[in-house]
């Protein structure tokens, strides 16, 4: 193969098609890291995340997280797995999403993105950028505490964010396990407006700078 | 829209830790007697036991230690109910006195062991699976373990509904081993129906009092000892005793008790065995693992077929007594059996035992606190197949 | 056969169990006798007793006696007590147990049991040595005795088992001698009366061990030495630290009503199965 078909393959079209889901048709294996510090919401934002994969769309999932000092002093994370065979190895490995709301926690996992993964980060979080996934860097704590005078709804907004841009999980069954989760509480609403209105945050981002192939 | 927590087939369906099955696992089976000590990485076991038993007339009861936790429960069991606690390795530890005292006098009761890395305080927050053999051998005397463990955040649920049931018919402790993979991960549960819920309890004396012996050895050296408060009043002792639950050091009569305390355990062996096959009817490479190991085994199995290398894989679901029966028919083909374990080296003891005289039993091991990766199985299954003999 | 002995005959294991293994001398046979009393004044039905022992010569006990009986590991029977109880409420759960049993060994059970007011009686009887293993110091020996452990005297403190459950909270606690053994057995039936963690320490003789090793080999000696050393609380009151230096003060030292704690378990759980039925 000469230099110059090498190079028109690279920049063939096929591989700037837009995607209109981060997961592949056939998911031998997708590996999802929420990561954070203590207090954020990582490991619920995890089990939400899990819950609305596995029960509402009906795919293999296990999830994992960091205990003891590990989840202490700032960072703490939780992993999800998808499968569409049994689940050998119930721990990231090669991150294909990662979820950085810190800069520490960007800093510990960007690292361990595969070069074709996506890394959604907290705009604080991502001042040096590293690694060739594609970033993008979204201020989900600032949007909360200006839409909804409340930065603990950072991580639902997140979690809109993600069903909408990546197709990961569909929105009713983010919604549902959302719904379950706040059913007896006085912050149902609000946790559902929050949904919602990262939900379209991320169409809007998707429309601007879509995944691509 | 709230989801639709229940399968087409109407099973309530949970996104849940294995630990959290553990707790519904035991509440399905009547459990109504907790007795713990706080201790990562079991802890929510008794968080969840302390929430969910009151709602059902239950008793919760944090005790001072594990010693004190797991004489609550053989106090309740002489009482009735069905008891349980759980633990980790070094509360593991402190249990093992009262755990022979279970045995010797035939209250049933379960213990969970949420295996952490070791010794001493070790990895309070990682897994292993080095009390492989201190579920088999810790408790002083000769003593026959039964043990169960699990892979899975269903089979949690499945294997402590299992102990319940042996325990209550065998009238001995059973232990549940988990690790801290499998009880903090979530995963997807299908709970059982009620209706397909069989509550197991030890049967009640069909005696009058005066004719009550609880200690009797009858053909499947099962006793039953009565609930307290109902009538037969007797004796239960740590001491060795005769069929009355009265002391003896009639040499007869000691011969007589420790026999039939083993013979209970091994005549009904087969029932407590419980095992998985993978592949293995014309299986070369063996791998034989259980709990979170056993994961991985059944990827490197996947891994190696495709690659058409003639792997199979017990996995054992219960680990003591040894399932021996299943390993030689699994063997039946095989060149090389491989013991995949998060530890230094425990569960293959018991292989060695059973085939080492006509296979090579060779060891694979992780203990840094993470589980093995199906790559490392592989890895180690391919060094036999191309390794020394082609370099 | 006399009435004192034909009123506690029907709770002994006669037929089977006797004779035991106590010494000649020993002060359990009469604590056995003074116990089994109190339940036969309180006509309380032997299929309602669970009788819980630990390890020890005193621990033995159960193994006479026509009850629910369970005679567990070394220090541990209050947390097998607990369980019992906590399953069965209506039982009266009795654990009696020696000085090693219940305050070495089992000395953080002992002060946890306390704490949680649970409805168990507990005797302890106090020899102030290990008997079953031949004589060693205990963690009531006094300063100076003599034990196989301690061969040129004791230099450990002994703990005083009145304050010591006073301090942890039991709700009620008495202290006797069994050479007034009438007292004993009146403060034992209060004890079984009582709503709560009731505690009775019974200061014993030994004189195989404990005696032989410190003077006093003969029962009737120890028996004599309680008579002089024992005070009466209402006397000790009005003595000086110095004149009650080497005294047993006895008597009861609190009588009060705290919430019980199984019956706190079960109000909880009523209360939610109810929440639950809504």
Redesign the interface.
């Known amino acids: 193969m000469t230099e110059k078909s090498k190079n028109k393959k690279y920049s063939s079209k096929k591989n700037n098609k837009i995607r209109k889901n981060l997961l592949p048709d056939s998911i031998i294996r997708f590996e999802i890291r929420i990561s954070g510090a203590g207090g954020q919401g990582i490991i619920s934002t995890g089990m939400l995340l899990g819950e609305a994969i596995s029960i509402g769309d009906g795919k293999n999932v296990s999830q994992s997280q960091a205990y003891g000092p590990e989840a202490r002093g700032g960072a703490t994370r939780a992993d999800i797995i998808i499968s569409d065979s049994e689940i050998y190895f119930p721990e990231c490995n090669k991150i294909d999403l990662l979820v950085a709301f810190t800069d520490t926690a960007y800093e510990k996992h960007s690292a361990h993105v595969k070069q074709t993964g996506l890394i959604i980060a907290d705009e604080h979080a991502v001042e040096m950028k590293m690694g060739t996934a594609k970033t993008l860097d979204i201020p989900f704590i600032e949007f909360a505490k200006k839409k909804f005078g409340n930065q603990i709804v950072a991580n639902i907004i997140a979690l809109g964010f993600v069903s909408s841009y990546t197709g990961i999980v569909s929105k009713g069954s983010i919604m549902g396990a959302v719904e379950d989760k706040f059913e007896n509480s006085k912050y149902l609403e609000l946790n559902l407006k929050a949904l919602d209105f990262g939900f379209s945050l991320g169409k809007k981002y998707f429309k601007e700078n879509p995944l691509t192939a | 829209?709230?989801?639709?927590?229940t399968t087409s087939d109407g099973h309530p369906?949970?996104?849940v830790q294995g630990n959290e099955a553990v707790v519904l696992g035991a509440l399905h089976s009547g459990c109504?007697?907790f007795?713990g000590y706080p201790i990562?990485?079991s802890t929510e076991i008794a968080e969840g036991m302390a929430r969910e038993?009151?709602?059902?007339?239950?008793?919760f009861?944090q005790?001072?230690?594990e010693?004190?936790?797991i004489?609550?429960?053989?106090?309740?069991?002489?009482?009735?109910?069905k008891?349980m606690t759980a633990t980790s390795g070094p509360g593991f530890s402190l249990m093992q006195?009262?755990l022979g005292?279970a045995y010797i006098t035939q209250l049933p009761i379960v213990i969970v062991n949420v295996q952490r890395g070791g010794p001493s305080t070790g990895l309070?927050?990682k897994l292993a699976q080095s009390d492989t053999m201190q579920a088999r051998w810790g408790t002083h005397g000769d003593y026959t373990a039964v043990v169960l463990a699990a892979s899975s955040v269903q089979e949690s649920y499945e294997a402590t509904i299992r102990a319940f049931e042996l325990a209550e018919k065998l009238s001995t402790p059973v232990i549940v081993l988990l690790d801290?993979?499998i009880g903090?991960?979530?995963?997807?549960l299908i709970l059982r129906m009620k209706k397909d819920i069989k509550e197991i309890r030890r049967p009640f004396p069909k005696v009058p009092p005066e004719w009550y012996f609880p200690y009797d050895i009858p053909n499947d050296y099962t006793a039953h000892p009565a609930p307290?408060?109902?009538?037969?009043?007797?004796?239960?002792?740590?001491?060795v005793h005769d069929r009355?639950g009265?002391?003896t050091s009639v040499p007869s009569e000691v011969i007589e008790r420790l026999d039939a305390l083993r013979e209970k355990i091994i005549t009904h062996r087969k029932e407590i065995w419980n095992w998985k096959e993978y592949e293995v009817t014309d299986a070369k490479y063996l791998i034989v693992a259980y709990g979170s190991a056993a994961?991985?085994a059944?990827?490197?199995v996947?891994i190696l077929r495709k690659k058409r290398i003639k792997a199979g894989f017990l996995e054992l679901k219960s680990i003591w007594p040894f399932p021996d029966g299943p390993l030689m028919s699994a063997a039946k083909q095989a060149k090389y059996v491989f013991v995949a374990e998060n530890n230094m080296g425990q569960l293959i003891h018991a292989v060695r035992e059973n085939i080492r005289h006509t296979i090579n039993v060779i060891p694979i091991n992780r203990y840094d606190g993470?589980?093995l990766?199906?790559e490392q199985i592989v890895y180690f299954i391919k060094e036999e197949v191309y390794g020394h003999s082609t370099v | 056969m006399g009435t004192q002995l034909s009123e506690i005959h029907e709770y002994l294991r006669w037929r089977k169990r006797f004779p035991t293994v106590w010494c000649a001398g020993c002060g359990d046979g009469t604590i056995m006798g003074a116990i089994l009393r109190a339940i036969h004044d309180l006509q309380m039905p032997q299929d309602s007793i669970a009788f819980i022992s630990g390890i020890g010569c005193s621990s033995r006990m159960p193994i006479y006696l026509d009850f629910n009986t369970l005679h567990t590991t070394h220090g541990r029977a209050l947390p097998f007590a607990t369980g019992v109880k906590l399953v069965r409420p209506d039982m009266n759960v009795i654990v009696v147990s020696g000085d090693g049993d219940a305050l070495a060994i089992g000395g953080n059970h002992f002060i946890h049991t306390c704490r949680r007011n649970i409805d168990i009686t507990m005797v302890l009887i106090n020899n102030s040595i290990y008997g079953m293993t031949g004589g060693q110091v205990a963690p009531t020996t006094p300063i100076g005795a003599i034990a196989h452990t301690m061969p040129y005297g004791n230099i450990d403190p002994p703990f005083d088992a009145v304050e010591l459950s006073l301090a942890a909270g039991a709700t009620f606690v008495a202290r006797s001698t069994t050479y007034n053994i009438i007292q004993t057995t009146n403060y034992i039936k209060k004890a079984l009366q009582h709503k709560g963690f009731s505690f009775v320490e019974i200061i014993s003789q030994c004189p195989v061990l404990y005696g032989r090793l410190n003077g006093m080999p003969d029962p009737v000696d120890m028996l004599l030495w309680q008579k002089e050393v024992a005070v009466p609380l209402s006397k000790a009151k009005k003595m000086s630290p110095e004149e009650l230096e080497g005294k047993i003060t006895t008597g009861i030292f609190r009588d009060e009503i705290r919430p019980e704690y199984t019956e706190q378990v079960y109000a909880l759980s009523e209360k939610l199965q109810e929440k639950s039925e809504d």
């Open positions: 829209m709230a989801l639709n927590r369906v949970r996104f109504r007697f007795g990562t990485p038993l009151p709602k059902v007339g239950g008793v009861i005790m001072e230690d010693i004190a936790s004489a609550s429960i053989i106090g309740a069991s002489a009482a009735g109910a008891s006195e009262n005292f309070p927050t801290e993979l903090h991960m979530r995963e997807k307290f408060g109902e009538g037969f009043r007797y004796s239960i002792t740590g001491l009355t009265f002391p994961r991985a059944r990827g490197a996947a993470h589980p990766e199906p």
